[in-house]
Every structure is written in C-alpha cells, then in structure tokens.
C-alpha cells in the first residue's frame, strides 16, 4: 500500500508540475522517474529501460519518416492544391481541413500545419476572410488526421507495444482506421457545419493587417554635421541611450542598408530609419542630438532590399526562445537580426521589444538576413508564416520518399517486418538515399518526446506493478457501479481525454493504459476496447492550446484566447466520444 501512495504522489506531483509548466515536460517526467528509482519503486535494471521501448524507437523513426517526406516536398504538392480553392471562406476551411487531416494520418502533426498554417494565411489575406475561421479548425483537423493509423500520432504507437507486452500482438498499422477514420468524418463533418459560430472572430491577422504594418512605428532621424556621432558605429550609438529602439535601415544618399550592421560609421547627413513609439524618440533626440527628419512618409520599404527580408514566425512549444527575451539571445548583435514586432494573442506587445520575454504561440516579426533568419528559425525551434514558393518537387523526385513509405506501411500491414524494424529501415534509407541530409537526421527528431517517453514508460509499469492501477481502476468502476460495461470504457474515454488536455498527450496514454488494462481485467472483458479508448482519448485534446503542438501554432497567427479553444473543441470533443464510443465497441467488443 506504501508503493501506491508514494507513486501516486511522484505522479500527482508529475502532473501539477506539467500543468504549472514552469520546467519543460521532459526535464519534470525525468525527475519523476529518478524520485521513482531513488524510492525503489522502479527497479535498477529497469530505470532507463523505457529508452530501448520499441514504441520509443518507433516515435523517433516515425519523426524522421516525416520530416524526410515534409522536406521533399510531399505534402507540399498539396498545399500547392490549396489555391484553386476559391474565396468563399467555407470551401477553403473544408480543402485546408480535409487536407491536413489525410496528411496528419501518415506526417507529423507539427509538421503537416508549418506547411498548412502559411497556406492558410495566403489564402486568408488574398481573400479577405479571417484567418482565425481557418485555423482552430486545421488544428483539430491534423488531430483528428492523427487517429487514423498507428502512426499517425504517438499515443497509436505507444498503446500498439502496450498491447504487444500485455497480449502479446501489436495493433496493426490500420487497426485504428476504423474507429479513426469514422470520428474524423463527424469531426470534420460537425466543423464544416458548425464552426463558423462557434469559432471566434479575431482582429488582426486579416487581409489588409498584419504585423508588417510598423510604418506608425518608424521615423527618420538625420545625423546633422555638429553631430557627436560623426564617425561613431551604430553600435555605440545603440548603447549611448538606454531607451529601447531598433535601427532598421541607414539612407546614406541614394544608398541605403536595410538591417545595417552594428559596425558601420555614421557620416555627416546619414539619415537613419528608426522604430519606435514618440516617447522613446524624444529621449533618443535628446540624448544624442540627432534631429527629427519628417520630409516624407515613411513605409515598409525600408526593411528589405535584395539581401534583407522580412519574414514572420511562430514561437514553438518547446523552442529555446521560450522565457527569454531578444536581448538575452542577442539576436541583433550575434545574428544581425532585429526583432521588428510581437503578437500575442492577436494583440500586439509594446515597441520595447528587445526585453519582452516570449512564450509559445508568439508571432514575432524579424528583419535580417533571408539565409540567417532561415538558420534562426530552425535553431530556435520557430516556425515561418512568410509566404514562400513552396517546395514542390518533380515527380522523380517525389517517387522515391513515396516509395519508401509506401513499401514500409505495407510490409508492416502484412506483418513481414515488424513495425519498429519496418520504421527504422525506412528512416535510415530517407537518409542513405540523401531524401532527408544526414545533417539534418538529429533535428528531426522531437527529443523532448523522447525523453519524455524513455522516462515516463517505467513509471506507467510502476504504477501497475504497485497494485495503483488497479486501486484507481476499481474506483473508476465503482463510480459507474450498476451501469453496463460500455459506460466504464466511455469514461475511460472522456477521463484520458481531459488528461491530455493538460499534460503531453504520450504522457497521458503511458499513464491511462495501465488503468484501462486492470479496468478490462476487473471485468473479465477484452483489454482491445480499453486499450483502443486510452489511444482516442489521448490523441484529441481539443479544450486547450497546451493540449497539443498543433493547437500552440495557431494561437497566434489566429489571435486566440486560452479560453477561446473550449467552444468549438468542447462539443467537438461530445461528438468525437459518442462516435469513438459507439465504433469501438462495434470493431472491438467487450466479450
């Protein structure tokens, strides 16, 4: 009784901490599993056991598969399909949806909506309509995707080998199809119907605003020949003033340097383009005696030239710009760039931008360098929304990475490798084959996942060798006590679904399974129905934008609220139970 309580604590502890989400996921779920080992509650051989999980291999191979075809092009060529859509707001959200949903069955979520989520936006602004009506739907839309196949999403995967220890089988690739496919049709079907009411009208982001309208926030400051300046860099100008502006470009007469470097000298009659609100230009007018240059107005052209863009971005759920500020990264001195806006649900954040301090789901607006700021992106963990051609490749060279994935799903289907063995020869020919460069093989994959999954496995082992699980499970069944069976599994169901809402969603399924294996025992029943009930719950957290990957990255580029998720997600998450209900125990029956 001892070991119940004290994993449950480390586990109650565990998920207040992942709701609190002061620390990120990976790092909490590590302590947990340490606190476990230290405790004996998981036994020594077995502490970094769940790093060798073939669901673990597996997530990570899938992650490269999908990044290697997301690179090629493949879903790409789609997108590309996107234009034809026409105007009318509803014929664009059922093509953007329904093809983000089919790509999200086979491609990462996350990397299925960095393609669609520029689309979208495209197509908004040349339109008209409001992004924010497009958007939540996609998001749900790449969940839904996502319950489709096995690996479609890691909860299909990791509930897959929890059946393979328990029963001995694995899921099948297409096992889930059924149920998968059947609750993404109503879900689609309720959004196409309904969403336009349910979903909010945000301001902002629409076809004629967007951050790239700063020009309220530039002026001209001219360098007049008494100038103390003269001679001086920039970057000694920059730090003479403790006012927080940004320098965008430098017009040195028919010259002009957009982003200019920190180490070029100010001359006599240099005009510099400056943004910044009236209160920080006064100060910096009367801190070093430049002179207020208003001759013209002042717009967007001065951010690019032919070696400087502009480009938009999301922060992502786990990028490492997350708690820090411009200035901790030192963005413009270490890379040239220059943070030119931030939105924040919808509403943009003050000009003293250098020491606002990012969270997931900021848009932010950069000016630097195409190839640094490309480089930026990555290394930072953004995702663009600057409308680029997309990368569309010819059919030669699509025919490969196709071929590859085709030939893996079916010799997983028809059980002649296995689907870990099938997945990982599949990631290494994606690289041997140079479809995804070898540089680019580490990126790909999501480590905080993994290491989430590698610590979280032992402790769901943990939580049924100490008899926990079947003490939780026994009290779920005593609440529905006097009730048919099914009742039991469609609150198995809902309880995993409201889980994932708060912490990661692999978490949620490595934790549920375990009550829904006893819960089946207890009632002499098939574990499929549980099992198949924990993996849909898991795999659609539609209430939060913490839920999910997917529902971060729209949360700026669509103005939302926290609180805007629940009105189209809460009676989206009524129908998906009722349907997942209703077809799992129709594929999977109880007896």
Known sequence: MLDQWLIGIILLAMLALFVIDKWRYDLVAMMALLSAAVLDLVPTAEVFSGFGNAAVITVAAVLIISHALWRSGVVDALASVMKRAGDKRWIQMIALTSVTTICSAFISNTGTMAIMIPVALQLARTSGNNPSKLLMPMAFGSLLGGTITMVGTPPN?????????????????FEFTPVGLSIAAAGLLFMWLLSHWLVPEKSGKSKSESLYDVSSYLTELYVPEESGFIGETLYELENRTEDDFVIVALQRGEKRWSAPARYLRLKTEDVLIVEANAETIQHVIDGTGLELNAEEDIDERFLKSDDITVIEGIVGHDSRLIGRSAADIKLRSRYGINVLGVAREGQKLGTALGNIRFKPGDVLLLQGDAETLTDVFQRFGCFPLAQRSLRIGSSKKLALPLGIFAAT??????????????????AGLMVVTNILPLRELYDAIDWPIIVLLGATIPLGSALERSGAADTIANGV?????????FVAVGLLLVVTMLLSNIVNNAAAAVLMAPIGISMANSFAA?????????????????????????????????????SDYWRLGLPLSLVVASVALVMILLVWPLY
């Open 409 to 426: 799903i079916l010799s997983a289907a028809f059980g002649l490798l296995s689907v870990p063995v099938a997945f990982s020869l599949a």
């Open 526 to 562: 098939s574990m499929d129905p549980f099992l198949m009930a924990v993996a849909i719950g898991a795999a659609v957290p539609f209430l939060t934008p913490i839920g999910h990957q997917s529902n971060i990255l729209v949360m700026g580029p669509g103005g939302y609220n926290f």
């Open 157 to 173: 995967i990791i509930i897959a080998d929890i059946r393979r220890e328990a029963m001995g089988e694995s899921f099948g690739i």
């Open 477 to 485: 069944l005593y609440i529905s006590s006097g009730a048919p069976e």
